[in-house]
């Protein structure tokens, strides 16, 4: 073990200084210079910072890159949807057919995933649709120039699956 009065000298040379101290101008002693042309607020017009065109770039690349991946889903969604309700219209026709308990509740049980299939199918198209109003908004808000500060760049999308 160290003696008490070396650790007690390693715990204050720890603490006499931070490792990276910041300058003046990062802890915001120096006022910015304004804007080169404004004085005051006559003559102001509400434009894109350059950090609100950065978050809207950003936000629109990721709107597309959630479109694109519900798109893959929807495809796989309908084929999945035509065979499931091929299975379910055999069932039905077998229930027609062999008229036993049996063939109805196989039918039932196609049915019910064939309607699964479907409402998530709606769920994926109304997602996209939504997504694609939002990419609208986005890229009307970018091309326009623009900006209303009560007006915030809209949510990003959940995750839903």
């Known amino acids: ?3 008490l009065s070396l650790l007690a000298r390693v715990a204050e040379w720890q603490t006499r200084r931070t490792q990276n101290p910041l300058s003046e101008r990062a802890c915001g002693f120096e006022s910015r210079p304004g804007h080169p042309g404004t004085t005051g607020r006559e003559g102001w017009a509400p434009t894109l910072s ?4 950065s978050l809207i770039e950003r936000r629109l690349v990721d709107v597309g890159d959630r479109l694109k991946q519900l798109r893959l889903d929807l495809r ?8 499931v309700a091929g299975e379910a219209d055999d069932a039905r026709l077998r229930s027609l057919v062999s008229e036993t308990p ?10 019910r ?3 699964a299939f479907e409402r998530d199918r709606l769920r994926l198209q109304g997602e996209i649709e939504r997504l ?6 986005l890229l009307d808000r970018l091309t326009s120039g623009a900006t209303d500060p009560a007006d915030p760049v809209p949510p990003a999308p959940e995750e839903t699956r």
């Open 1 to 3: 073990y160290a003696p």
């Open 132 to 137: 694609e109003a939002v990419q609208d908004e």
């Open 102 to 111: 049996l063939a109805e509740r196989e039918h039932r049980e196609a049915q």
């Open 113 to 115: 995933h064939a309607d």
């Open 76 to 83: 796989i969604a309908e084929e999945q949807l035509a065979h």
């Open 50 to 53: 350059a950090m609100s065109r």
